[in-house]
C-alpha cells in the first residue's frame, strides 16, 4: 500500500492489529492507497523528506499529517 493525498482505503488499529477497509470501489488492478498522516519525530526534519508526488488532484504536497502543517 502507498501513500494518497486522495485513498481509496482507510486504516485503523484495534488493539494490536491494523484493519484496513475501502473507502470506495476498488476497482480490478488498482493500486491501494491510504493516507500516511506521518509524525515527523525530529522539528528539524526537512519537509523535502516528506514530500509527496501521488499526483492526485488534491494532493497537498506532503505526506505528513494535514493537522499538524503550519498555516503559511
Given amino acids: 500500500m502507498n501513500h494518497s493525498c486522495d485513498p481509496n482505503c482507510e ?9 484496513v477497509h ?4 476498488i ?3 488498482e493500486e491501494l492507497t491510504y493516507d500516511y498522516n506521518l509524525q515527523p519525530g ?6 523535502d523528506a516528506y514530500a509527496c508526488k501521488c499526483g ?3 494532493c497537498r504536497g506532503t505526506m505528513i499529517d494535514r493537522d499538524l502543517l503550519q498555516p503559511t
Fill in 22 to 25: 475501502a473507502r470506495r470501489r
Fill in 56 to 58: 492526485s488532484k488534491m
Fill in 11 to 19: 486504516t485503523y488499529v484495534e488493539g494490536d492489529r491494523v484493519f
Fill in 27 to 29: 476497482r480490478p488492478g
Fill in 42 to 47: 525530529d522539528p528539524s526534519d526537512s519537509l
